[in-house]
């Protein structure tokens, strides 16, 4: 289990911090990454960053809004996003697989968290 939290209710333009914990992951080398879902639409991928380069990658939407990043002292993974747009709005999950590479489609992670709801009001 990856647990999330950070969700909430904003406005248009403002800005929320999502943190996952990873203390539960011993694999040497894994990803981590945020995926989406907004109802009636399938799970998209946001964002992801390799846990031992720090590298990451973004789905265009939401370049230059948002940071992944991750603190592997306190084995969490974050995603600063500001300004948030409404179709912005969903339940984001943190996911995670094994392996050095980023894969942009949810069936190739293996370890997910139940999710975090982010609403944004216009």
């Known amino acids: 289990q990856l647990p999330a939290s950070g969700g909430g209710l904003v406005q248009a333009g403002g800005s929320l911090r999502l943190s996952c914990a990873a203390s539960?992951?011993?694999?040497?080398?894994?990803?981590m990454g945020w995926f989406r879902q907004a109802p009636g639409k399938e799970r998209e991928f946001v964002a992801a960053?390799?846990?031992?380069?720090?590298?990451?990658d973004y789905v265009d939407s939401v370049k230059g809004r948002f940071t992944i990043s991750r603190d592997s002292a306190k084995s969490t993974m974050y995603l600063q996003m500001n300004s948030l747009k409404p179709e912005d709005t969903a339940v984001y999950y943190c996911?995670?697989?094994?392996?050095?590479?980023?894969?942009?489609?949810?069936?190739?992670?293996?370890?997910w968290g139940q999710g975090t709801q982010v609403t944004v009001s216009s």
């Open positions: 960053v390799t846990w031992r380069g720090g590298s990451t």
């Open positions: 539960g992951l011993t694999f040497a080398n894994f990803v």
């Open positions: 996911a995670a697989r094994t392996g050095m590479s980023v894969w942009y489609t949810s069936d190739m992670y293996d370890k």
